[in-house]
């Protein structure tokens, strides 16, 4: 039976214009933040998108969430447009889509009350009256670890911990369909980041949510996912089941980001040796040829920088849905 997919990205690309022509008075150039993104997000399930800081794994929430439009693509929500959507159409699909972003404080309006802010969904849509919302609002501090009687506190009297909580209750309180939390453990400590995750897969079980969990830490999104996207300069370059990606490894870049992760206990590194990468990263202004990541890649021939390698079914994938965009993957 084929699962049910609540959110699809097809050839997703954002483009942003950089430089001016005094002459002209036009952009002289486009960073290519994501270029030609696709995938499947079935419904109940966790997708995590991983990479190093400046991948585009922000933008691509952003444009999932449609925060910010698209240069070319769609985003489809229950087979929906999104991105041809009006603005009515789309105040009514914002109920399905929301956002958890990174800093918990930064998106809390410092003037307004824990209650007000979780509440703002609910007053902008006007889903419920006045005293609906409140009775609302006390429910989802509950479901979310917050007592309800600090419904009249402000931002600056919680911990970074419960912000964050408030933030998913904040994105709970449309009851969505699904949740793009972009690097929400982040900015906290790693005890509270413990009891985030746990909160939010309690929350995915009860509510049946379906998350685009971005992060830059591979070992953050190892249990909680149940599909990991790698991104690097704009693209999507391995692709599976956690188990495929971590255990049988086929992009190069996605083994030097594994042999980044920190192993508390020496011996349980079995003698495994980091992979240090050399050179920068390229400009997505102006990318490589080919292949992307040939520039820093320790297995790169004349083939890549002139053909560019298609996401593509690992070879001996014994049917997982495990891909690669490689040459010569592992």
Known sequence: MTAEVVLEARSLRKYFPTGASKMLQRPTAMVQAVDDVSFGLERGTTLAVVGESGCGKSTLGRL?????????GSVLLDGVDVTAASP???????????????????????????????????????????????????ELMQLVGLNPEHYNRFPHEFSGGQRQRAGIARALALQPKVI?????????????????????????????????????????????????????LGKIVEIGDPRSVYERTAHPYTKALLSAVPVADPRAAGGRSRIVLTGDVPSPVNPPSGCRFRTRCPKAEARCASEEPSLEARAGSDGVDHLVACHFPD
């Open 88 to 138: 009515r159409e789309l105040l009514a699909l914002r109920r399905d889509v929301q956002v958890v972003f990174q800093d918990p404080y930064a998106c809390l309006n410092p003037r307004h009350s824990i209650g007000q802010s979780i509440g703002t969904p609910i007053r902008i849509q006007k889903t419920l009256s006045r005293s609906g919302e409140k009775d609302r609002v006390r």
């Open 180 to 232: 793009i939390a972009d690097e929400p453990v982040s900015a906290l400590d790693v005890s509270i980041q413990a009891q985030i995750l746990n909160l939010m897969e309690d929350l995915q079980t009860t509510m049946g949510l379906s998350y685009v969990f971005i992060a830059h830490d591979l070992s953050v999104v190892r249990h909680i996912a149940d599909r990991v996207a790698v991104m690097y």
């Open 64 to 72: 999932l969430a449609r925060l910010i439009e698209p240069t070319a």
